[in-house]
């Protein structure tokens, strides 16, 4: 199982980025796709999840509102569109996969859920 993450950069204070994340090495359909972020001194944290089956999304309350996940089934992979960014959003973004066999339509908010994660992409919000 490989989880790719792509997409980070350097942007100003209320661009944008989109982040990718192609998933491969097995059927993610009973899977759930999540966002993690991780800045300099401090913990993992949830960002964003999305149900490969069925759609449904959980976001942080720190980016309601301004990102949006979606998935893309034919291409296997899982977007993360950031936009009105702010230097507080500088981390680095992981991209995981929980198996979700249950299909419970619940929050996978703590890392422990997931099984399988991508190598992180870098991003920096400067101001």
């Known amino acids: 199982v490989q989880l790719q993450a792509s997409g980070g950069g350097l942007v100003q204070a209320g661009g944008s980025l989109r982040l990718s994340c192609a998933a491969s090495?097995?059927?993610?359909?009973?899977?759930?796709m999540g966002w993690f972020r991780q800045a300099p001194g401090k913990e993992r944290e949830f960002v964003s999840q999305?149900?490969?089956?069925?759609?449904?999304?959980y976001y942080a309350d720190s980016v309601k509102g301004r990102f949006t996940i979606s998935r893309d089934n034919a291409k296997n992979t899982v977007y993360l569109q950031m936009n009105s960014l702010k230097p507080e959003d500088t981390a680095v973004y992981y991209c995981?996969?929980?198996?979700?066999?249950?299909?419970?339509?619940?929050?996978?908010?703590?890392?422990?859920?997931?099984?399988?994660w991508g190598q992180g992409t870098q991003v920096t919000v400067s101001s």
């Open positions: 999305i149900s490969w089956s069925t759609g449904k999304t």
């Open positions: 090495g097995r059927t993610f359909s009973s899977y759930v």
């Open positions: 995981a996969a929980a198996k979700n066999e249950a299909g419970l339509s619940v929050l996978f908010g703590s890392s422990w859920y997931y099984d399988y």
